[in-house]
């Protein structure tokens, strides 16, 4: 599973500690369960419209949403998501608890594993999706970063198995190389499709998706 590195006193040598981030980046995924998650989406998306429930949490379960930046659609559909599955959601926003100024990120982290089941994260700075998982001992959704956005993506390759099917394609991606557009191609690559971006190299990601390709032993995209 993800793991968070430091470095011990000792031998100066990587000293790996297991994280509880469910999803914080698209490679957290590997291609069968990727291609699992979308047939649960598709599979719930079927029986919300005949008017039945594909899954519930069985026990009271109640999620945090931390949300640095505002959000529209993330915040409404995750609420949304989260209430048809039986869960409570519990919204919080920087006004709210002042992550890193008046209380610790890890603090805040510890607190919140011992009131929620869950944490849903849309931050600034990737690194506090890190520290969250660490610290707070419940599962960590990436719900934005700088970094990547796969929650994004997913809904993104849903739609388009929607209505082009599971079939391998070539799609062409055009507009900023921000983290949509990293977590797209890692999840296009996943699932086995061929993706073309084309995007101005002022907005081009830090993180280079070829050398993702090459930890994945996928096709390059």
Same mark, same amino acid.
């Given at each position: 599973?993800?793991?968070?590195?430091?470095?011990?006193?000792?031998? !100066?040598?990587?000293?790996?500690?297991? *994280?509880?981030?469910?999803?914080?980046?698209?490679?957290?995924?590997?291609? !069968?369960?990727?291609?699992?998650?979308?047939?649960?989406?598709?599979?719930?998306?079927?029986?919300?419209?005949?008017?039945?429930?594909?899954?519930?949490?069985?026990?009271? +379960?109640?999620?945090?949403?931390?949300?640095?930046?505002?959000?529209?659609?993330?915040?409404?559909?995750?609420?949304?998501?989260? #209430?048809?599955?039986?869960?409570?959601?519990?919204?919080? +926003?920087?006004?709210?608890?002042?992550?890193?100024?008046?209380?610790?990120?890890?603090?805040?982290?510890? !607190?919140?594993?011992?009131?929620?089941?869950?944490?849903?994260?849309?931050?600034?700075?990737?690194?506090?999706?890190?520290?969250?998982?660490?610290?707070?001992?419940?599962?960590?959704?990436?719900?934005?970063?700088? #970094?990547?956005?796969?929650?994004?993506?997913?809904?993104?390759?849903? +739609?388009?198995?929607?209505?082009?099917?599971?079939?391998?394609?070539?799609?062409?991606?055009?507009?900023?190389?921000? !983290?949509?557009?990293?977590?797209?191609?890692?999840?296009?690559?996943?699932?086995?499709?061929?993706?073309?971006?084309? +995007?101005? *190299?002022?907005?081009?990601?830090?993180?280079?998706?070829?050398?993702?390709?090459?930890?994945?032993?996928?096709?390059?995209?």
């Amino acid at each position: 599973g993800p793991h968070v590195c430091g470095r011990t006193r000792r031998a !100066n040598r990587p000293s790996c500690k297991p *994280l509880a981030l469910a999803m914080g980046f698209m490679t957290d995924l590997n291609p !069968n369960q990727a291609r699992v998650v979308l047939d649960l989406a598709h599979g719930w998306k079927q029986s919300m419209r005949r008017g039945e429930a594909l899954f519930r949490f069985a026990r009271p +379960t109640a999620f945090a949403l931390i949300f640095e930046k505002s959000s529209l659609r993330t915040r409404t559909t995750f609420e949304v998501g989260l #209430y048809q599955m039986g869960a409570q959601s519990v919204y919080l +926003t920087p006004q709210d608890i002042q992550m890193g100024q008046r209380e610790a990120v890890r603090d805040i982290a510890r !607190n919140l594993g011992r009131w929620v089941q869950g944490v849903v994260a849309r931050v600034f700075h990737h690194s506090v999706l890190h520290e969250l998982a660490q610290f707070a001992g419940v599962p960590v959704v990436n719900a934005l970063s700088d #970094y990547e956005h796969p929650c994004q993506a997913l809904a993104d390759w849903m +739609t388009i198995e929607e209505r082009k099917g599971l079939r391998p394609l070539t799609v062409a991606w055009v507009g900023d190389g921000n !983290n949509v557009c990293h977590s797209f191609v890692l999840l296009s690559a996943l699932l086995g499709h061929t993706v073309r971006v084309a +995007t101005p *190299l002022c907005t081009r990601c830090a993180c280079a998706p070829s050398s993702a390709r090459v930890e994945l032993g996928l096709p390059h995209a």
